[in-house]
């Protein structure tokens, strides 16, 4: 066979990949000092994209960043104020401490061309007006990023392919590198997120996802990490409903935006009663249920997340925040198990 492997949901693929690079690695090498062990060529593909999040808890997986990075996507945006709010780390990869470049895909996507459109409308143009179509291609990695040896953001992904097939939207993500642990698991959330959002636009079902990497790599930092991880996975078996995201307009996804900053920057705070008068989809209401709780995590360190907070998110949600910041659970919260299946 020459197709990828396939699997159901992305959480098998990610240790299916982890398993891989750490036990049967290919090569061990050093790119700018950062020692890792790798694989080339490394392909999966994934029948369920909405089933997009690992539930191992020794994962400890950033939900929330999860979703500021892929809306961050969405909305277009390269600074670095943002982001770097959910997660401090990549404040390194800034050249001028202000903006990402490589990284920063939004523009790539978003930002009008030649002709007066973007990426993504000549990418959704085509789709709608030629559903059997090869060429609905959007590219993220650009040459001159390599013009500077010392840059510290290049690309890492060079592009993704969408395919409309009997009413279904297929991706396919092709990627340079892949940090196994950290980047793989936000990049196909990101990557599947835009795919259902792209399809909802469309008025379409969700195909399949497959990613392509040339080199997928653990550094040698992570490898405990990768282990604990991968042997958590074979004793858990927690699963979720997976929400299904709404046909979004470009308003309420501004709107977003704008409750997003409000609660980054500390000007305003939402309780369950807020939500109805939001302007947004009970789907983006959690969105915002999740921006506010790490409202208060990083806000009022000293103190645990509201209970009435906790209680109106979904249980997968709830999950996700008991074992990333299990300090914060207010006192008496109980972390839902989650079905077997």
């Known amino acids: 066979m020459l197709n990828p492997e396939r699997f159901g949901r992305f959480q098998d693929a990610y240790v299916a990949v982890l398993a891989q690079v750490s036990e049967g690695f290919d090569f061990t090498v050093s790119p700018r000092g950062n020692a890792c062990r790798e694989c080339l060529n490394v392909s999966f593909v994934v029948d369920d994209p909405r089933d997009r999040v690992v539930y191992i808890a020794a994962r400890r997986v950033n939900i929330v960043f999860c979703f500021a990075e892929a809306l961050w996507y969405l909305w277009g945006r390269d600074d670095l104020e943002m982001i770097s709010y959910y997660a401090p780390r990549l404040a390194r990869y800034s050249a001028d401490g202000q903006r990402l470049r490589g990284s920063a895909y939004g523009p790539k996507l978003f930002a009008p061309g030649g002709d007066g459109r973007s990426q993504w409308d000549r990418v959704m143009g085509l789709l709608a007006g030629e559903w059997g179509s090869k060429r609905a291609v959007v590219s993220f990695f650009q040459p001159a990023e390599l013009t500077d040896a010392g840059n510290p953001d290049v690309s890492c992904t060079l592009g993704l392919q969408f395919l409309l097939r009997d009413q279904r939207l297929h991706a396919a993500a092709f990627m340079r590198g892949n940090d196994a642990v950290i980047g793989l698991l936000s990049d196909v959330f990101s990557f599947t997120f835009l795919q259902e959002f792209m399809a909802a636009q469309l008025g379409v079902g ?97 103190l645990p997340i509201r209970a009435a907070t906790l209680e109106v998110l979904e249980p997968g949600y709830q999950w996700l925040i008991a074992h990333r910041w299990p300090k914060a659970l207010p006192p008496g919260f109980t972390v839902p198990a989650g079905a077997l299946r």
């Open 206 to 302: 969700l195909g399949s996802y497959a990613h392509h990497v040339g080199s997928m790599h653990i550094n040698d930092t992570d490898t405990a990490t990768a282990t604990a991880a991968i042997e958590n996975a074979a004793r858990e078996g927690a699963r979720f409903p997976l929400p299904v995201m709404p046909a979004t307009s470009w308003h309420e996804l501004k709107v977003l935006e704008q409750i997003e900053g409000a609660l980054r920057r500390g000007e305003d705070q939402f309780t369950s009663g807020d939500l109805a008068g939001l302007g947004v989809h009970p789907y983006w209401q959690q969105v915002v249920l999740l921006f506010e709780v790490y409202r208060q995590i990083t806000h009022h360190r000293d």
